[in-house]
């Protein structure tokens, strides 16, 4: 077994937070040495967490139209790594799904990520996910999101795919209009280029 095959296990059988999770742990994640995208997310949903497949929902299903790929790409690990920031349901609170743990982080992410050495593109998806991936930015969600250009091409922030920011697509239209074709763009480029 190699030394990331035995990573991978380690994490699958991770416990740190069992104590607050409410459905306990089931780390939810998608990794591969070749992935060349990688989505940093959140942490899973109740749905994500029900079925073991990141992103199998409604905010899995705008986040595939953003990106203009299927599903059969989307889920390939060879193609595409998902790393949530947590990757255990964290539980819902009075708006929504709690913060994922800052444990699992802490624990996992550097390790994971010193194996990804094919990546070409980031996509950063919330403000935890961007406090970690872009942690000189200070700014708001959508000041740090309207500013995309400045990481191009390696790495673009963007709000959650969630059905519960209807609101902020709407208040922020620049967003479909600009930034949406443009991350079409650089994704097939990534995918066609070593597909």
């Known amino acids: ?8 296990n380690d994490v699958r059988a991770c416990t740190l937070c069992a104590e607050h999770l409410p459905l306990g742990p089931r780390p939810v994640f998608q990794v591969h040495e070749s992935a060349r995208i ?13 079925t073991g497949i990141p992103f199998n929902d409604p905010s ?14 989307f889920y390939d690990p060879r ?6 920031m947590g990757f255990c349901f964290p539980g819902t609170g009075q708006s929504g799904d709690l913060p994922p743990r800052p444990e699992c ?6 390790a994971l990520l010193s194996y990804l050495k094919n990546l070409q593109f980031t996509l950063v998806l919330g403000q935890y996910a961007q ?26 922030p963007l709000p959650h795919p969630s ?3 209807n609101l902020w697509l709407k208040r922020n239209p ?12 650089r994704v097939s480029e990534v995918l066609e280029r070593h597909g």
Do not use: C
Request: glycine fraction near 4%; charge should be positive.
């Open 1 to 8: 077994m190699t030394s990331f095959t035995s990573l991978i």
């Open 38 to 50: 990688l989505i940093a997310g959140q942490a899973p949903g109740k749905r994500v967490h029900e």
């Open 60 to 73: 899995g299903d705008r986040l595939r139209a953003w990106l203009g790929i299927s599903r059969e790409t």
């Open 79 to 84: 193609q595409v790594a998902i790393l949530p």
């Open 105 to 110: 982080a802490l624990a996992w992410r550097a």
């Open 131 to 156: 406090a970690y991936h872009l942690p000189n930015e200070r700014a708001s969600l959508t000041e740090t999101v309207r500013a995309w250009r400045k990481n191009w091409p390696d790495i673009v």
């Open 163 to 165: 059905p519960r920011n």
């Open 174 to 185: 620049w967003f479909e209009e600009e930034l949406i074709p443009a991350l079409r763009a």
